[in-house]
């Protein structure tokens, strides 16, 4: 809303002027003006993504495995990760997109799932930004509309001031003011605090001077201290409340004095769907802190009907005057945790809100709509600006909303854990098959002397395995209820025992199958003829054996139960096998194999894809 100025008063760069004019002199240029330390914290805000970290050790990981296993291999090389990752990124982007939610920044798609504290603005985010009437005091007036019909008539539409519009619009009967011809009007200035209109009645010509403004001024226009006292009460009490007051007056000698008619109350109304979206996120483990401008008790008043915490402080009595943002003192960074919010804040103070919280542990979003909430917006893990924000602010933010509300934000968090949810199980997969493959060539070289692999079969093999793969970002996966992050060391130890496992599985068959062929009759339901064959028969098992891990991966409990791969996985799966199983019996690329090794080495698979499952499970269970 916009604020008054008086006489040596400082304006900020940057301001619009609403109403008045007046001679000013520059005290501060450049980065010493609010805009200059505001743009300074957008230039220091930011910090590294999640993702690029969790991305950075994965491929450590497997790098180190690979050099402790000393070889080299096409398929052990992670080509498919960054551009699942990439894909499945994209597509949450393209569905948050149809929810009224822009991203400008991928990887903060999955710091969204990850958020445990949203800082929220609550003009026009929790609150409809539209100021509102509610109760009317009388003090010399019949009914509110008498008091409502005055405060129309010291309005002027045109300007279309909000003030002006929330009473034009509580009035009833609106054809009254066209009885009114107004002769003169004169504006809220700083000094007078009050707007007055000079106005003629068209059927009586009786005159009259309509008064609205600051309560404590519309008060002095009686003489009878009882009124002016009951005025100021009123107007107490309505501030504990966190409401607005106006006083309204009305005077038939020119606005030097008159009688009072009563004081109106305003507030910005909650929007419709801001409760239901706060208990969502206290639901899903998202802490919601209420930062404003607006004065403490209108934020505790908001907070209250909202259903939040009323632990809200004045940020600038809280906020030392020399305050580093970058390093805030430790009691603070104490009563920064407790908060359930801070009104009265200036850029610094988001600024240094968001970053304590994050040196904390903290993942946090942050909303905004303004140039002062550029470093703020930046800084966070998921700066969002509201619909109607400046361009600075959605320079800034990493999601942009399209429509007003906190509603957009919790629909954009849900979406974002699913999109975890599909990259965690896609890691977990590449790294316990490439495991897999390393240690096969690797042991069966020292072991056997035998290469379980052709070149031309790997080169297969990547492509049917990595290909389908990619349909993953459209799965179907469980949404977290808390808050989930990048747990290097539980997916790390989960994709390396499960691919341990996976190793056992596949020399369990090289071996029979080595076996088989260096004692023919040795082992009477599975023969092998040649080594040539048995290489066949490996490359057939990583195929299978690798997408059958992929639904083991995917769930933290049974394969079979909800939810369901999504239709264009496992058909791309589906696919991607028969076309193996008719390479593997038709020859293409590989040496022919019978339909019923073909069936076996199904078999197989699938009986220790119920094991690995088991494995799984018990793996989630410890590490709970």
Avoid at 128 to 154: C, P, R
Avoid at 287 to 305: F, H, N, P, Q, R
Avoid at 581 to 595: H, Q
């Amino acid at each position: 809303m916009p604020v008054t100025k008086k006489v040596g008063d400082e304006a900020y760069s940057g301001s619009i002027v609403k109403k008045g004019e007046m001679t000013g002199v520059v005290i501060a240029t450049g980065s010493n003006t609010f805009f200059g330390k505001t743009a300074k914290l957008v230039a220091s805000a930011g910090g590294k993504s999640p993702a690029q970290e969790a991305m950075f050790k994965i491929g450590n990981f497997l790098i180190i495995v690979a050099v402790v296993l000393a070889v080299i291999m096409v398929a052990s090389i992670p080509v498919a990760m960054p551009t699942v990752f990439s894909i499945t990124l994209a597509l949450g982007a393209l569905n948050l997109s149809k929810k009224k939610a822009i991203v400008s920044r991928l990887a903060s798609i999955e710091e969204m799932a990850g958020v445990d504290i949203l800082c929220s603005d609550k003009t026009g985010t929790l609150t409809k930004n539209q100021l509102t009437l509610g109760d009317t005091t009388l003090i010399n007036a019949k009914d509110a509309q008498d008091v409502i019909k005055i405060g129309a008539l010291a309005s002027r539409k045109e300007d279309n001031d909000p003030i002006d519009n929330a009473v034009i619009k509580a009035l009833k009967d609106q054809s009254v003011l066209a009885d009114w011809t107004m002769e003169k009007f004169i504006p809220f200035d700083p000094v007078s605090k009050r707007i007055e209109a000079h106005l003629i009645n068209n059927n009586t010509k009786e005159e009259l001077w309509a008064i609205k403004g600051a309560p404590q001024v519309v008060a002095k226009l009686s003489s009878d201290p009882d009124v002016q006292k009951k005025v100021l009460d009123t107007t107490d009490a309505l501030a504990k409340r966190g409401y607005r007051a106006l006083g309204v007056a009305e005077s038939k000698d020119q606005g030097k004095t008159g009688t009072i008619l009563g004081v109106l109350s305003m507030f910005d109304p909650p929007r419709d769907d801001s409760k239901k979206t706060i208990d969502d996120c206290k639901r899903e483990g998202i802490s919601v802190k209420m930062i404003t401008g607006d004065d403490t008790a209108i934020a505790i008043e908001t907070a209250k009907k909202l259903g939040m915490g009323t632990n809200i402080y004045n940020a600038t009595k809280v906020f030392p005057k020399n305050l580093d943002p970058d390093h805030v003192p430790a009691d603070l960074e104490k009563l920064i945790a407790q908060a359930d919010g801070f009104a009265r804040v200036f850029p610094e103070h988001k600024y240094a809100i968001v970053k304590t919280l994050q040196k904390q542990g903290h993942i946090v979003a942050m909303t905004g709509d303004g140039v002062n909430d550029a470093p703020a917006l930046k800084q966070a893990d998921c700066g969002t600006a509201v619909a109607g924000a400046t361009d600075a602010a959605r320079s800034a933010a990493a999601l942009i909303l399209t429509s007003p509300g906190l509603s957009v934000i919790q629909t954009a968090i849900t979406e974002a854990r699913k999109i975890f949810a599909r990259i965690t199980s896609y890691t977990i997969y590449r790294v316990a098959l490439t495991m897999n493959i390393m240690f096969l060539v690797v042991l069966s070289s020292i072991l056997l002397n035998f290469q379980p692999l052709t070149a031309i079969m790997i080169v297969v093999m990547s492509l049917l395995d990595d290909l389908p793969i990619m349909t993953i970002a459209y799965d179907n996966t469980y949404v977290s209820k808390k808050p989930i992050r990048w747990q290097m060391k539980k997916i790390l130890t989960t994709s390396s025992i499960l691919g341990v496992f996976a190793v056992i599985q596949s020399m369990l068959l090289l071996f029979i199958g080595y076996m088989s062929v260096k004692n023919p009759g040795s082992i009477s339901i599975f023969q092998v003829g040649n080594l040539s064959q048995l290489q066949t028969i490996m490359f057939l098992q990583l195929v299978a054996g690798g997408h059958l891990l992929l639904f083991v991966t995917r769930q933290t409990r049974w394969f079979f139960e909800r939810p369901f791969p999504a239709p264009i996985l496992f058909w791309a799966i589906v696919i991607t096998q028969i076309f193996a199983a008719c390479a593997c019996y038709l020859g293409w690329f590989v040496p022919r194999i019978s339909l019923w090794m073909i069936c076996e080495i199904w078999i197989y698979n699938i009986a220790w894809m119920f094991i690995l499952n088991i494995i799984r499970m018990i793996i989630e269970k410890v590490q709970k």
